[in-house]
């Protein structure tokens, strides 16, 4: 047998002398690790009194730290600003201390420091362990970080029983008056804090109690079982501890009025008993799975239950722990005194007597748990046994009836077994101080949480401190401020409540202080929207009462309706007969979902009405329109609101928000802004394009014939729709009409057979294309929309300016007119009417070209001696006669590209009669488009080619088209005759020489040939005539005369020879040697 660790068996016992509460006693309370299970047998419970203050017993060694790191020896003051602690020996505790010091008189009470609200924070795993081992921590009390003195007290001095938690020292017993004696299972350190001085401290180990007497065991309340060897009756005895300890009162988590724990009303065992029969009935089914079921460790059997919503319909399945939840009841102290782990030792010693009760129990461990998180390493000797039926043996040494135990304790097997011990050591008439009042923060409002409206309901949580070891949590609402506060603990069963217990409040990593062991949070998920006053009290583990702690809280606005949700959509204005030509205005229709009640906001308030804003032409319009029945609304609200009034064909735009108002004239967020397009239905006015025939381009390369439509855009036409058809398809459908055929769909549409008679009778006597097209526009009224192809599948969008254009190709060889329709297309997509828009024919100008002519040229002068040529052009039968020429000529080529056209004109029509050939002459005398001119130049080679135009297209359609230029005719223009004499020769003689100057009437241009030759003669006086000199006909100046035919030759003869006498003579010559008359001699001087 060995003394458990801290982590393991603990506990604490405590005289409830002068506690409003506690029946009269001493009470002992144990407290077990989930890891170690239940006991296999009732726990062994041992007692002695070791005199006042246990003198012979104590121990005195202790080492004294004030909060500065001075070490102090006794005697020493203590100051309410440097708390002094008391270290026990390396690896010892105490389960009992005596301070001997007296308080300063006098002094001041330390103020407690106010503590601004902390956010909790999740606290790491400690090395080596993990979330399986995390739960079971041990149960330690959340004391604050600081020293601060019990609210309510006028002492100020007072001395605390520490020990370490994962989160700080916890103090787990406080005295605050003489003499000052603390007291638990497993002390570790003293601090003493306030004014005053401190002589001395004497304190009790546990191993120091070695010697007791029997006193009592504690079956758990159920009979034996395959993991517990028990009484049969432990049901009973178990509601005998409860009866024995029961409360003198009701507690203050069901006292909300009381003003302190005195004030609570007086209660009954046999209440007490009721009450927690009623609490046990659920948890002693988990007690007897827990001892029976052997199918995992106590600690990890579960249990599975379904969740169902209001309905009773299943959402899911929950699962909890039956150890934890049957360790978590044992907060209430009825339930832990009928599960064994508080009871009452009536038999109280004389005041200032220490009495300890030494208790035994013997349990099967979670071991692998235990190992993982190498908690063994802390057992002492002694505590792990094998033999589990010999270690009940050793224990019914001190209580001879669990030797009964033993055979079925040898059943369940070998270890291993845990044997530990825990001593509780209490002073009589010396209780421990009753815990303080929760220091309360300024709570935190969190979510709304999911309610149906109207009703809203908030999760609150305040953070505390000062909380005692498994405090036991009565909580009390006021709302409004200054009302009458209302117990929020659960009601269970019927007229009684079960206490709270407190959540860890762990700062986020980062924080300003670290984890707290005395801290922790308490929610509330009832709070509605208003504000209030929230008081809790606490019960230490024996069922001792605080007084109340109280904070107030603030209002919490309640979420605002939700945005609205609609569709839009219109009704175009009904257009009345005969139509009117003013504005007409359509309907605009608002549907609107409206959110169930249960679909609104958690918190949120019921909905009262919509307020709608119409906004159209710049002008926004605001309606209200109320939900009739707010608890039980509609799917949706319809609404209906006129649009813009549009004119003819126009369009406007109405943009509609909404807001929700609740029961408390909250608004809404404002709806995403929607709009909506209301368009008049009223047809556009009509395509205008005058009917009259038009052609195509002329065919192309590829042989198609582009067709263009082009018309101004009228008033209300947005787009337009192009129809085609094609005389020989409307003349198929005509004649099927006539005869009586109608194809399907033309029933009520296609003309009467007499007037599809009648329009081909016009179309076969009209003479040409023309006249054609003008039948088909007379009779567009009798031609169906069904009989015509649509050119646009998407309508032709109205252009920004300017014209509208349509091109279409067809074919060039197309000799049958093609017929089109525009049709105009309102912003509605209204189209303008069908039967009376225009109807364009179209014609291919794809007539033959007249046949390349012959030419034939022959040179001739007429009487004014001029130089021309005749041309005779031959156009050959053909289909398409000749109307015009053009006639090319050019010197130095033949091609017709690089010839420019010098003379166009009419061609004589055909000859009546049988078809012969077109023959006419055409006189060409030099002219040409740029120079006027009588006669072609001489001595040039010139060449000719024409060609001839047919008809124009009828209708005054596009000029015919030019044959192909004829075969080249070429000629050289020269005079008929040899050139003239010379005229005005004259002979004188300057100092140079003899100077002879003549006259020609003609230029003497040679065009391509060689040129005129001027050959002046010379006789001297004896001599025969001989040739002087020869110059060209256009010799330049000073010899010849220049381009100017006025000017004259100028020869000087300087030679000596030329005396006086000398004749001389002069001879022009052509380009072909004809030589003019000899001039008549002139003598020199």
Not at 128 to 145: F, K, Q, S, Y
């Amino acid at each position: 047998m060995g003394l458990s660790p801290s982590w393991a068996l603990s506990g604490q016992a405590v005289d409830g002398v002068g506690d409003a509460h506690l029946a009269t006693g001493v009470h002992y309370r144990v407290l077990t690790n989930p890891l170690l299970g239940l006991p296999v047998v009732p726990l062994s419970i041992g007692r002695i009194t070791l005199g006042e203050i246990a003198k012979g017993h104590t121990r005195r060694d202790v080492t004294w730290v004030d909060s500065r790191g001075n070490m102090l020896t006794p005697p020493f003051t203590v100051t309410p600003d440097n708390p002094v602690t008391g270290h026990l020996p390396l690896g010892e505790t105490c389960c009992w201390a005596a301070l001997e010091g007296t308080a300063a008189r006098g002094g001041p009470r330390p103020p407690v420091p106010p503590r601004p609200p902390r956010p909790p924070v999740v606290v790491p795993l400690r090395t080596g362990e993990d979330a399986r081992t995390a739960g079971v921590r041990p149960i330690v009390v959340r004391p604050g970080a600081g020293p601060v003195p019990q609210a309510g007290l006028p002492a100020s001095f007072w001395v605390e029983g520490v020990v370490a938690t994962p989160y700080g020292d916890a103090p787990v017993a406080i005295r605050s008056a003489e003499p000052f004696h603390v007291y638990a299972s497993h002390l570790e350190r003293i601090v003493v804090h306030g004014s005053g001085t401190v002589t001395g401290l004497s304190w009790l180990p546990p191993s120091a109690v070695d010697v007791f007497e029997r006193f009592r065991t504690a079956p758990l309340p159920t009979g034996p079982g395959v993991r517990y060897a028990g009484p049969a009756d432990g049901e009973d005895r178990g509601f005998e501890r409860v009866k024995r300890g029961a409360p003198a009162r009701f507690g203050m988590h069901e006292s909300p009025l009381a003003a302190s724990p005195t004030a609570c009303a007086p209660v009954s065992p046999g209440e007490e008993s009721d009450r927690v029969a009623a609490l046990t009935g659920e948890l002693a089914g988990s007690l007897g799975r827990l001892i029976n079921d052997v199918s995992a460790p106590q600690r990890l059997l579960i249990s599975a239950m379904t969740v169902l919503d209001e309905n009773g319909r299943a959402l899911g399945s929950s699962e909890r722990y039956l150890l934890m939840d049957l360790l978590q009841g044992a907060v209430d102290p009825g339930v832990a005194r009928w599960l064994g782990l508080l009871d009452v030792d009536q038999d109280v010693p004389p005041k200032n007597v220490v009495v300890a009760y030494v208790v035994d129990g013997l349990f099967a461990p979670d071991w692998k748990s235990v190992t993982s998180g190498r908690l063994d390493q802390t057992l002492p000797f002694g505590t792990v046994v094998e033999d589990g039926a010999k270690a009940v043996m050793e224990m019914a040494r001190h209580a001879p009836d669990l030797a009964n135990y033993a055979a079925q304790v040898a059943r369940m097997g070998r270890g291993p077994f845990l044997q530990l011990r825990v001593v509780l050591a209490a002073t009589a008439g010396v209780p421990l101080d009753s815990p303080a009042a929760p220091g309360m923060d300024t709570p935190a409002s969190g979510d709304w949480l999911p309610a149906t409206a109207p009703i809203a309901a908030r999760e609150l949580t305040v953070s505390m401190e000062h909380l005692v070891p498994g405090a036991g949590l009565g909580s009390a609402i006021a709302q409004p401020s200054g009302d009458k506060p209302l117990a929020r603990n659960p009601e269970e069963p019927k007229g009684r409540r079960v206490l709270l217990t407190a959540g860890l409040d762990d700062p986020p990593l980062g924080a300003r202080r670290a984890a707290s062991a005395t801290r922790g949070v308490l929610s509330d998920r009832l709070v509605d929207e208003r504000d209030g006053v929230w008081q809790v009290a606490q019960a230490d583990w024996f069922g001792r009462w605080s007084a109340w702690g109280r904070t107030a809280f603030a209002t919490a606005d309640r979420p605002r309706p939700p945005r609205p949700v609609f569709t839009l959509t219109t009704r175009p204005p009904v257009v009345p007969a005969p139509v009117p030509a003013g504005p007409l205005a359509g309907v605009v229709r608002i549907e609107v979902s409206v959110p169930p009640v249960t679909g609104l906001p958690a918190g949120g308030r019921l909905l009262r009405h919509l307020k709608l804003t119409v906004t159209s032409g710049g002008v926004p319009v605001q309606t209200i329109h109320p939900i009739t029945s707010p608890a039980a609304p509609p799917e949706t609200l319809v609404v209906e609101v006129p649009g813009p009034a549009l004119p003819p064909t126009a369009s406007g735009t109405v943009t509609v928000t909404a807001v929700w108002t609740d029961s408390a004239g909250i608004d809404s967020g404002t709806s995403e802004a929607k709009q909506a397009t209301l368009h008049d239905p009223r047809p556009p006015e009509p395509v205008v394009i005058p009917p009259t025939l038009t052609y195509t381009a002329r065919p192309d390369a590829t042989g198609r014939a582009r067709a263009a439509l082009r018309w101004t855009p009228g008033a209300g036409q947005a787009a337009y729709r192009v129809f085609v058809a094609d005389e020989t398809t409307l003349r198929a459908k005509l004649k099927d009409t006539a005869t009586g055929v109608i194809a399907g769909g033309d029933a009520g549409q296609a003309p009467t057979s007499g007037q599809a008679a009648a329009l081909l009778a016009a179309l076969d006597t009209a003479p040409d294309a023309p006249a054609r097209g003008a039948v088909w526009d007379a009779n567009r009224r009798l031609l169906p929309r069904r009989w015509w192809l649509q050119l646009t599948a998407e309508p032709l969008h109205r252009p920004v300016s300017g014209q509208a254009v349509f091109t279409h190709d067809v074919s060039g060889s197309l000799s049958v007119l093609v017929l089109y329709r525009v049709v105009a297309v309102s912003p509605a997509s209204v189209e303008s009417d069908f039967a009376t828009c225009p109807l364009l024919p179209r014609a291919v100008p794809n007539l033959l070209v007249p046949p390349v002519p012959t030419l034939d040229v022959m040179p001739v002068v007429d009487d004014s001696a001029d130089l021309l040529a005749r041309l005779t052009v031959t156009v050959p039968v053909g289909p398409t006669p000749a109307v015009r020429y053009r006639l090319r000529r050019a010197t130095a080529t033949t091609d017709p590209t690089f010839m420019p056209v010098v003379a166009e004109g009419a061609v004589p029509p055909r000859p009546v009669g049988d078809p012969a050939p077109q023959v006419f002459t055409i006189l060409d005398a030099g002219a040409s488009p740029s120079e006027a001119r009588t006669s072609l130049p001489a001595w040039l080679r010139y060449n000719w080619r024409v060609e001839v135009q047919g008809a124009p297209a009828p209708g005054g359609g596009p000029a015919g088209e030019w044959s192909a230029p004829s075969a080249a005719a070429s000629t050289t223009v020269m005079p008929p005759d040899p050139p003239a004499a010379i005229t005005d020769l004259t002979v004188t003689r300057d100092a140079g020489g003899v100077h002879v100057r003549f006259r020609h009437p003609e230029p003497l241009a040679g065009g391509a040939t060689a040129g005129y030759t001027v050959d002046v003669y010379r006789q001297c006086p004896g001599g025969s005539l001989r040739l002087l000199t020869s110059l060209p006909g256009q010799a330049p100046p000073p010899t010849g005369r220049g381009p100017d035919v006025t000017g004259s030759f100028d020869v000087l003869d300087p030679d000596a020879e030329a005396v006086t006498g000398t004749l001389y003579r002069v001879v022009v010559t052509d380009p072909i040697g004809r030589a003019s008359q000899p001039s008549t001699p002139e003598e020199a001087p």
